[in-house]
């Protein structure tokens, strides 16, 4: 599985050298989409024990997809050998109780390989900025909603609000992170993605007063903080509160 990040930053090149830096991608806002939709699962459905290998396993999947689609746009696999070869293990043996104890989990991998293949589409021609790219990159991570769900043998319905809410939020991120720095002064950007937050605010209204107010806040942000000049650091940290906004949603929706 890969996460796109929200913030729409050219990925650094990979270092050759020893330093963990290898092994750690330069996509800090994928974090945010890697734990933000684990949270709210979690925070709706309760904790069970097989959470923290589910966990492990989601980081370590990101990790594994991300190198991996490296080595798919580069068409340099052995460049990325070592990282494939510590991830996958890792990946494998975190997922297995997961996998053994709650097997429900696999009916969301035809849909999680559906979207890793577009994902791999995009890498090989090199665009894996396009924004099809990044909103299969965003369904990816909102599924682990249900997962989380599944695990704790609670039905999906339960936890369709979440979904829901993350779903839009980071939708909406994707394109607002556009507006702030690839695609900065475009005005037909800029449209989407105050129409679309403005569409998040209605759908959000017939869940509850508490995702209706974030997502007034956030229709506010994407309508008003395009007109400066911020630098990514520092949209990186207005979506670290947006993201506690929106968890909040979620676990009061």
Request: aromatic share 10%.
């Amino acid at each position: 599985m890969t996460v796109a990040a929200p913030l729409d930053r050219p990925p650094r090149r990979v270092r050759r050298s020893g330093s963990a830096r290898r092994f750690v991608p330069p996509q800090h806002g994928a974090w945010a989409m890697l734990l933000v939709p684990y949270l709210a699962g979690l925070l709706v459905a309760g904790f069970r024990w097989l959470d923290l290998p589910l966990l492990g396993a989601w980081v370590a999947g990101y990790l594994l997809s991300y190198f991996a689609l490296q080595a798919v746009k580069t068409g340099r696999l052995r460049r990325f050998g070592p990282q494939l070869a510590l991830y996958g293990p890792v990946t494998a043996v975190l997922a297995a109780p997961v996998v053994v104890l709650r097997s429900a989990v696999l009916l969301f991998a035809p849909a999680y390989a559906a979207l890793l293949g577009v994902n791999v589409w995009y890498a090989r021609r090199r665009r894996e900025r396009a924004l099809l790219n990044d909103l299969a990159s965003v369904a990816q991570s909102c599924l682990m909603v249900f997962v989380v769900a599944v695990v704790a043998h609670v039905p999906p319905g339960r936890v369709l609000a979440p979904f829901v809410i993350v779903l839009l939020y980071f939708t909406g991120t994707v394109l607002y992170v556009k507006t702030m720095i690839r695609e900065r002064g475009s005005a037909a950007y800029r449209r989407a993605s105050v129409g679309f937050h403005a569409l998040a605010l209605v759908a959000a209204a017939a869940l509850g007063p508490v995702p209706a107010a974030v997502f007034a806040v956030l229709l506010a942000r994407a309508w008003a903080l395009p007109r400066h000049r911020l630098t990514p650091k520092q949209v990186g940290l207005a979506e670290i509160a947006a993201s506690a906004l929106v968890l909040t949603a979620a676990a009061l929706s």
